[in-house]
C-alpha cells in the first residue's frame, strides 16, 4: 500500500513537470520529427490573402494548405501561426500557434459545433463541412484535421535541426516555408531537379509577395557532403553571371554555373557523382563560368586565345561577320562531364565572341547567337530582365533563368505575361544562399506619364476619402477607407481587399499608426464617436480596446510620442475636456487640462521647438498652449476669430488664419502677429515647416506664387513631401479634376487626372514611381502611377 502511495505520489509529480516543461516550449517545438513541410506565417491576414491573390503562392501550395486556411480565418492572433504537414501524402496537417483565450474567433459563423471527446483533453470543433480537433499543450495550441495525429503530438520528437532552420526566418516576411529536397510543390521554386530527393537535406525560404510577384530567399543545408550537388561548389567564389551578356532576348531557358577555380569544383563534382576525367576537357580549365542556353552551351573565360589554343580537334570552317567558325570534332564532350547541373549533346561548331566561347549544334543557330550578341539583342539588355534585376545579388555559383513557358512547365499552369524569371544559388561551404524573384512582366511606359494602375469598388459608398497607411512588412503602403455601413477596408498596394471590420460610428480624422509591442509591427488607432480603437495588422482588436465612451468624443484622436520612444499618449477631447490615456488604455494621471468653458474646436497637435513641448488647439476664440502635463505652456492674450483651419507650426511659430482671411501667427513668448493675405472668409491652408499652401475661391498660392485656377469646387489643399520634392494637390469637385503641383506651382505633367474627391500622393509599392489615390465615383478607389 505505501510502495502505491509512493508510486502515485511520483507520477503526479513527473505529469507536473511535464506541464511546466512544456511551457517552456514554444510552438514549433511540438513539430513531428518527420515532417514534410513546415509553413511559418508570420502575417496571418496577409498570408491567406496571398494565398488566395498571389497567382505564383496559389500554384504552389496544395490544396490541403487551402482547405486549413479556412480554419486560420477564425484565429484571432497577431502570434506566428504554424502548419506542418506531417508526411509526402499531404493528407493530413497540423496548425500550431500561442495560446490565448480569445484566439478562436467563432462570432458570426452561421454553422459550428464545438464539444470536449470524452476521455481525451481535445476538443472538437465542426465549421460548416470541417472538421478540428485542438488542444493546449503548456502555452502551445495545437489543432488537426486529423484526431490520430494530435494523439500523437510530443514535444520529446523535436527535430532540433528543422527547429534551428526556423529559428534562422526572416520574421519580416509574410510567410517562410522549411522543406524536405522531396516535397514537390514547394521543390519548384528551386527551378532545377537535381537535388537527390533520397537527402534528408532542408531549404528555408522566406517569401515577400506583392500584387503578380513572389520574392524569396534563403538557405539549402548542404551537410551531407555525398548526396548534395550544391557541395561541388564548395571552396570556391560565386562569379558575375556573364552569359546574360550573350543569350538572346527570346531565351527560353538558361542555367549557368560559376567559380573561380574550374579544377576546385570539377574535383568536387567527380566526388559527387564517382567520375573520372578523361583528359579531354582541359580547355575548360580557362574558364569562370559554363552556361547552358536553350540550344547552346556558352563558356566564359578571361582569356580566350588561351582557351581556344587548348581546344583540340577543331577546324576552321568560315568567318561570319568577321568571326571564325570551326568545327568541334568531340561533340558528345558536354554529355556526362557537368551533370547534373549541364548536359549538352552535339556540340558541332562553336566560335569565338568577346570572352564568351559559343557551342552549338547548327551553324545556323550559331550565326543567330552572333547576330543577337552584335546587336546588343541579349538579356542583359532585355527590359523584362532588367525589371528583376534590382532583385538579384551580383554573384551566383548557380543562376538558373526561365521565360514564362518555363514557368508555366514548372508550375504546371499558364504563367502568361512571367517573361523573366530567376532563381540564384550563392554557396558558402555549408549551406547555400537562395534569391528567387517570378514577376509579371509589366511593359516600360513613357518617362512621366501617369497610368491607371488599379480600381477597387466597396460595396456601399465611400464614407470619406480614402488615405493610405505604412506596410510594415514590404515597407511601402497600404489604403485604408471606410463606407457609409461604417466598415473599414485595409486594401493591398496591389488593389486586393485585405480585410473588412465593421465599426460602431465614423472615424474622426485620419487615422494613426503605433507600434505598442516596439517590435517593428504597426497597429492603426483612431477615434469614432464612442470608441477608441487599435487595430493590429489583420484587423483584430488588440488587447484592452476598443475603449467605450459615454460622452461623445468631438475632435479625432491626437496620437504623441512626445520623445520618440514609442510611448504613446492617445489623447481624447469631448466637448470642453481632454482626457490622456497609454497605450494600454490606461488614464495618464499627470495629464489635467483645465478648461475655460470653451468647446475645443479643433484637433489638439503636439509640436516640438528646442527641447520643449506644445500641445496646441483652438478653444473658443483663445489659442490654448499646453505643456505635457496640460498645463498652460503659453498664454496667449489675444481673442482669434479662427477660420475652419488647424494649427500649424509655420516659420517656428503656431499659425493658423482668422475670418478676415489674415495669416495669423504666434511665437513661443504668446506675441500674436497677423498678416493680411487677402483671402475670402471661406479659405483652406495647409503648411510644413517652411511652405505655406492656400486656397480661396479659384486662387492657390504655393509659396507666394499665384495660380489662378478655373472657378469650382475645390477641395483643401494637401502638401506631400516624397522623394526630396514638394508636391500639391486638390480637386476640383464640379470638373471631376485632381489637380497635381509641385513647389513652384508648376503643374505636375499630364495633370489633373480624372477623380471626385481629395486625392492623397504616396508611395504604395516598391517600384520607382509615385502613386496618386482618390476616387472614381461613390464607391470605387482608383489608383494612379506616375512614371
Known amino acids: 500500500m505505501k510502495r502505491f502511495g509512493f508510486l502515485s505520489i511520483m507520477c503526479l509529480f513527473l505529469l507536473g513537470c511535464q506541464k511546466d516543461y512544456n511551457k517552456t516550449k514554444l510552438p514549433y517545438h511540438f513539430i513531428p520529427n518527420d515532417t514534410y513541410a513546415v509553413i511559418q506565417i508570420n502575417e496571418l491576414g496577409d498570408f491567406i490573402n496571398n494565398l ?4 505564383i503562392l496559389s500554384t504552389i501550395y496544395n490544396n490541403n494548405i487551402k482547405n486549413a486556411s479556412k480554419a486560420l480565418k477564425t484565429f484571432n ?11 509526402s501524402t499531404e493528407t493530413q496537417y497540423l496548425i500550431l500557434t500561442k495560446n490565448d483565450s480569445t484566439l478562436l474567433n467563432l462570432e458570426g459563423l452561421k454553422n459550428y459545433s464545438t464539444e470536449t471527446l470524452t476521455n481525451l483533453n481535445i476538443k472538437k470543433t465542426t465549421l460548416d463541412n470541417s472538421v478540428l480537433y485542438h488542444q493546449v499543450l503548456g502555452n502551445t495550441f495545437i489543432s488537426s484535421n486529423s484526431l490520430e495525429l494530435l494523439k500523437t503530438i510530443d514535444s520529446k520528437n523535436e527535430n532540433l535541426e528543422l527547429s534551428q532552420l526556423i529559428e534562422t526566418a526572416d520574421k519580416k516576411s509574410v510567410a517562410s516555408v522549411v522543406f524536405k529536397s522531396n516535397a514537390k510543390d514547394y521543390s519548384k521554386l528551386l527551378f532545377t531537379d537535381i ?3 533520397k537527402t534528408s537535406n532542408l531549404t528555408l525560404l522566406d517569401f515577400k509577395p506583392s500584387g503578380n510577384k513572389l520574392n524569396y530567399n534563403g538557405i539549402i543545408t548542404t551537410k551531407d557532403s555525398t548526396l548534395n550537388y550544391l557541395n561541388a561548389f564548395k571552396n570556391t567564389v560565386p562569379q558575375k553571371t556573364n552569359a546574360l551578356l550573350i543569350a538572346p532576348q527570346n531565351t527560353g531557358s538558361l542555367t549557368s554555373i560559376a567559380f573561380d577555380d574550374f579544377i576546385v569544383f570539377k574535383n568536387n563534382l567527380n566526388q559527387l557523382t564517382k567520375s573520372k576525367d578523361d583528359g579531354n576537357t582541359e580547355f575548360l580549365n580557362f574558364t569562370n563560368e559554363i552556361a547552358h542556353i536553350d540550344d547552346a552551351l556558352v563558356l566564359h573565360t578571361l582569356d580566350p586565345n588561351l582557351l581556344l589554343e587548348s581546344i583540340e580537334n577543331k577546324s576552321f570552317i568560315e568567318d561570319f561577320r568577321e568571326i571564325a567558325i570551326y568545327n568541334f570534332n568531340n561533340p558528345n564532350t558536354f554529355k556526362n562531364k557537368l551533370e547534373p547541373f549541364i548536359s549538352f549533346d552535339e556540340a558541332n561548331y562553336f566560335s569565338i565572341f568577346e570572352n564568351f566561347v559559343i557551342f552549338t549544334s547548327t551553324i545556323d543557330n550559331l550565326k543567330s547567337i552572333i547576330t543577337h550578341a552584335l546587336n546588343e539583342n541579349t538579356l542583359a539588355n532585355y527590359d523584362g530582365f532588367n525589371t528583376i534585376n534590382t532583385y538579384l545579388s551580383d554573384e551566383a555559383s548557380m543562376f538558373i533563368y526561365k521565360d514564362s513557358k518555363g514557368i508555366s512547365d514548372i508550375l504546371n499552369k499558364t504563367m502568361a505575361g512571367y517573361n523573366a524569371n530567376v532563381v540564384q544559388y550563392i554557396n558558402e561551404n555549408d549551406y547555400t544562399h537562395i534569391n528567387g524573384i517570378i514577376q509579371k512582366y509589366k511593359k516600360p511606359v513613357a518617362t512621366n506619364s501617369v497610368t491607371e494602375a488599379f480600381t477597387t469598388t466597396l460595396e456601399a459608398s465611400i464614407l470619406k476619402a480614402p488615405q493610405t ?19 473599414l477596408y485595409l486594401i493591398s498596394s496591389s488593389g486586393n481587399i485585405l480585410w473588412k471590420k465593421q465599426l460602431q460610428g465614423k472615424i474622426l480624422g485620419k487615422i494613426e499608426q503605433i507600434d505598442i509591442y516596439k517590435n517593428g509591427r504597426l497597429q492603426l ?9 487599435v487595430l493590429d495588422r489583420n484587423g483584430k482588436d488588440v488587447s484592452s480596446f476598443p475603449m467605450n465612451f459615454n460622452n461623445k468624443i468631438t475632435q479625432p484622436l491626437s496620437v504623441f510620442d512626445y520623445d520618440k520612444h514609442k510611448d504613446y499618449r492617445l489623447l481624447v477631447t469631448q466637448g470642453k475636456n481632454l482626457i490622456m490615456y497609454n497605450a494600454k488604455g490606461k ?24 527641447s520643449k513641448d506644445y500641445i496646441t488647439f483652438e478653444a473658443g476664440d483663445h489659442l490654448k498652449i499646453l505643456n505635457r502635463q496640460g498645463n498652460t505652456r503659453i498664454n496667449v492674450k489675444d481673442k482669434i476669430r479662427f477660420a475652419d483651419n488647424d494649427v500649424y507650426l509655420y516659420q517656428n511659430k503656431f499659425t493658423t488664419t482668422n475670418t478676415l482671411g489674415q495669416l495669423v501667427q504666434i511665437d513661443t513668448k504668446g506675441k500674436v502677429s497677423t498678416k493680411n493675405l487677402n483671402l475670402t472668409d471661406k479659405h483652406n491652408i495647409f503648411t510644413t515647416s517652411k511652405t505655406l499652401v492656400t486656397l480661396s475661391e479659384n486662387q492657390l498660392n504655393i509659396k507666394s506664387r499665384t495660380l489662378n485656377l478655373d472657378f469650382g ?4 489643399p494637401e502638401i506631400f513631401y516624397l522623394n526630396d520634392k514638394i508636391y500639391v494637390t486638390t480637386t476640383d469637385l464640379q470638373s471631376k479634376k485632381v489637380h497635381l503641383f509641385d513647389s513652384q506651382a508648376k503643374p505636375i505633367v499630364n495633370f489633373p487626372v480624372f477623380g471626385v474627391a481629395p486625392a492623397e500622393l504616396q508611395k504604395l509599392d516598391n517600384e520607382k514611381g509615385l502613386e496618386l489615390i482618390t476616387q472614381s465615383d461613390d464607391k470605387t478607389i482608383v489608383v494612379y502611377k506616375m512614371h
Open 52 to 55: 488566395n491573390n498571389n497567382n
Open 77 to 87: 492572433t497577431t502570434e506566428r501561426v504554424f502548419i506542418a504537414i506531417p508526411d
Open 195 to 197: 537535388f537527390n530527393h
Open 469 to 487: 497607411v505604412k506596410n510594415h512588412i514590404t515597407k511601402a503602403h497600404d489604403i485604408v477607407v471606410q463606407d457609409v455601413n461604417k466598415v
Open 525 to 533: 488607432v483612431f477615434a469614432t464617436e464612442n470608441k477608441v480603437y
Open 587 to 610: 488614464i495618464v494621471k499627470g495629464f489635467n487640462y483645465k478648461n475655460n468653458g470653451s468647446e475645443i474646436s479643433s484637433q489638439p497637435r503636439h509640436f516640438r521647438i528646442g
Open 713 to 716: 469646387e475645390y477641395t483643401a
